[in-house]
């Protein structure tokens, strides 16, 4: 979730976020490493977009606070559009990361997602502003994985766990290595930044979930 900010001087769209991060996984250095990670990827196409006549650079701002004692309260009463709330944890029920539904504030990490790709939290960070995963999942023959894509996926033998291994064999690495998924202009353009409603150069994107995730034990 964000609040989208034009700033018809610069010609920039700014997409302000703050995480908060807490549970036992998350640190200082995790908490900063993560927001790096997702404003790295998601600027990383220093995309374009057109309102009305004008033209504005797309720009993320992503901060991340490492807040151990973070007060549920603080969760479930926030009504402040650019603030964020995920767990981290050594152990996710379903083995992996998740959001608390397709544009939200709030989710659970698995610490070895984060440690395994830099493009878990940033894939995240896409269904918190209402992206999902595409239908297709076979995608050969198209080059670099979008962000959005999932584990799973088939793709070309290069951006494979194991690039020798048979296309969609899962357990001998035929599918996507996470590592190689990037922020395309097209995950951009699935935003649809253009149909925000803007009020006094402001918009918000995403939803309130607000969420406090207790540790989740097997």
């Known amino acids: ?11 920039k769209l700014i997409i302000h976020s703050v995480f908060f991060f807490y549970g036992e996984a998350a640190t200082k250095d995790l908490s900063w490493q993560v927001a ?11 995309a374009s977009i057109k309102i009305k006549s004008n033209w504005y650079t797309v720009q993320f701002e992503i901060d991340g606070i490492y807040e151990p004692d973070l007060d549920p309260k603080k969760v479930w009463k926030n009504r402040n559009p650019r603030y964020n709330f995920f767990r981290i944890e050594e152990f996710a029920s379903g083995d992996i990361s998740f959001v608390d539904g397709i544009g939200s504030n709030t989710g659970y990490f698995k610490l070895d997602n984060l440690i395994q790709s830099t493009t878990t939290a940033p894939h995240e960070y896409g269904h918190t502003l209402g992206l ?67 009020f006094r150069k402001k918009a918000v ?14």
């Open 1 to 11: 979730m964000g609040e989208v900010e034009l700033d018809k001087v610069s010609n």
């Open 205 to 218: 994107v995403g939803n309130f979930t607000n969420l406090y995730h207790e540790k989740q034990t097997p």
């Open 36 to 46: 790096n990670d997702i404003g790295k990827h998601w600027n990383e196409p220093q």
């Open 132 to 198: 999902i995963h595409p239908v297709n999942l076979d995608i050969r023959g198209q080059g670099v994985p979008g962000i959005m894509y999932p584990r799973g996926t088939i793709v070309d033998p290069p951006f494979q766990y194991d690039p020798a291994a048979r296309a969609g064999d899962n357990t001998k690495g035929g599918t996507m290595h996470p590592k190689y998924r990037k922020v395309l202009p097209s995950d951009i353009e699935d935003l649809n930044l253009n149909k925000l409603f803007y």
